[in-house]
């Protein structure tokens, strides 16, 4: 199921529980954990551009570009862990930790040094993480059955960190970070087991998520999360 189906199936589920039902959980404290899959929605001429034109510190001499081959992989695992207070049926707020995981770009590139034939790798890792803050709408379908939707912020460190050799220098490392307040959104069910356990399914999107270097992108998250109820 794509992220646009999932919106969809949870919006229609949504309008079918617009009618009265049973309450599925009581005001309180609970807390929990998820996990999932994130995927950035950002392409790699920022990399490459990046990858192309950097001047590296002396003593160091710029290799200049003639050609390269890029790779740029978006997904990666996430995971995080989060409190929150139920106010009534239909209003909670939560804050957390969450980490979205890795962008890598790899590149092989070719050109010259100082009129020297040269060869070079420039490998890129970025990963971003950071404490969320949100506010939950909550419909109950049923005793057990309940949809949410999600609005809030994350207060994100995003590191980046870089890899560079070529067959003439020394090879050079270098790692920064940068601290952003990115708009997060989401929409997910719940499933409530054994009175105190819910289960979740989520989808977030997290806005202009990563760094300013190579860009940055929207984030989006499925989740699977377990919450326990105090």
């Known amino acids: 199921m794509n992220h646009k189906q999932l919106f969809v199936a949870t919006a229609l589920a949504a309008l079918a529980g617009m009618m009265p039902t049973a309450q599925a959980a009581q005001p309180g404290f609970y807390i929990g954990g998820l996990y999932g899959q994130a995927d950035k929605q950002i392409d790699i001429d920022g990399f490459n551009t990046y990858a192309a034109t950097v001047v590296y510190p002396n003593p160091v001499v710029q290799l200049t570009v003639e050609s390269m081959?890029?790779?740029?992989?978006?997904?990666?695992?996430g995971y995080g862990f989060f409190a929150g207070y139920r106010f009534n049926t239909h209003l909670a707020v939560e804050g957390g930790y969450v980490d979205l995981g890795n962008v890598t770009y790899r590149a092989n590139l070719t050109g010259n040094i100082t009129g020297i034939p040269t060869t070079a790798v420039t490998n890129v890792d970025t990963e971003s993480a950071g404490i969320s803050v949100?506010?939950?709408?909550?419909?109950?379908?049923?005793y057990r059955w309940e949809v949410y939707g999600r609005a809030g912020a994350l207060f994100s460190s995003n590191d980046f960190r870089l890899f560079y050799d070529d067959i003439e220098q020394n090879p050079r490392r270098d790692q920064f970070s940068e601290?952003?307040?990115?708009?997060l959104a989401g929409v997910g069910t719940s499933f409530s087991f054994f009175e105190?356990?819910?289960v979740r399914v989520e989808y977030q999107r997290i806005f202009d998520s990563?760094?300013?270097t190579t860009g940055e992108g929207d984030n989006d998250f499925i989740s699977l999360g377990i919450t326990v109820v105090f």
């Open 69 to 77: 081959t890029a790779s740029l992989d978006t997904s990666d695992s």
């Open 134 to 142: 949100s506010a939950l709408g909550v419909w109950p379908l049923s």
């Open 179 to 183: 601290s952003d307040v990115d708009l």
């Open 196 to 198: 105190i356990y819910d």
């Open 210 to 212: 990563g760094d300013k």
